[in-house]
Each structure stands twice: as C-alpha cells, then as structure tokens.
Nanobody
Framework: QVQLVESGGGLVQAGGSLRLSCAAS??????MGWFRHAPGKEREFVAA????????DYANSVKGRFTISRDNAKNTVYLQMNSLKPEDTAVYYC??????????????WGQGTQVTVSS
C-alpha cells in the first residue's frame, strides 16, 4: 500500500519558520512535490523536486523563502518554509509521481497538514 504522510504543520507567527516533512512508503517517486489549499482558493502548486535533487521548481509566491529537499534513503521530502506570511496559511499536501518535475503530474497524494500563520 502506497502512503504519503505529512507532518510538521502548526501555528506560527508571521516571519517565523516551519519545516514540513512527507514520508512515503510502499514505493519511491521520481518527482515529489508540495501543494497547498487555502479556504476559498484553488489548490496551488508550491514546489517540486526530482529524484537527484538536481531539478527543482517553485511557485513565484514562495521563491526565496521556501526550500524543497529530499532524503531518498528515508524516502522523505521536506519543505523548509522561512519568512512566513499570513497568506501562506493553508493545508499543505505532498504528492509523488513518475513524470519529470516540469510535467506537474502526480499519482499519489498525502492527507495534508495545516499551516497557520498569524499576523
């Protein structure tokens, strides 16, 4: 059974930092990504990373503040979020797929972790 389990969400003040983790089990993924969904908005792409880590992609809204990384030995992807803003408040989901980073195609999704940034 394939599972993606996120952790690390919580409540933080604006300007603070959080580190999200997503542990995969049951298979490995060439590409892993993070998405977020805020109330009243559509789901939004946040970041993605290739198997080697040599290819990454970020939404313009998080460039320079968020960093995606992965540890293939642990089958885990991370999202380091710095300089958080209230508009970063959302449920964050990780996803795994076999397509290249630029394809934006994912086959499996986690259940999500809530991130709330207070002003």
């Amino acid at each position: 059974q394939v599972q993606l389990v996120e952790s690390g969400g919580g409540l933080v003040q604006a300007g603070g930092s959080l580190r999200l983790s997503c542990a995969a089990s049951g298979r490995t993924f060439s590409t892993m990504g993070w998405f977020r969904h805020a109330p009243g908005k559509e789901r939004e792409f946040v970041a993605a990373i290739s198997w080697s880590g040599g290819s990454t992609d970020y939404a313009n809204s998080v460039k320079g503040r968020f960093t995606i990384s992965r540890d293939n030995a642990k089958n885990t992807v991370y999202l380091q979020m710095n300089s958080l803003k209230p508009e970063d408040t959302a449920v964050y989901y990780c996803a795994g797929g076999s397509a290249p980073v630029t394809y934006g195609k994912y086959d499996y999704w986690g259940q999500g972790t809530q991130v709330t940034v207070s002003s």
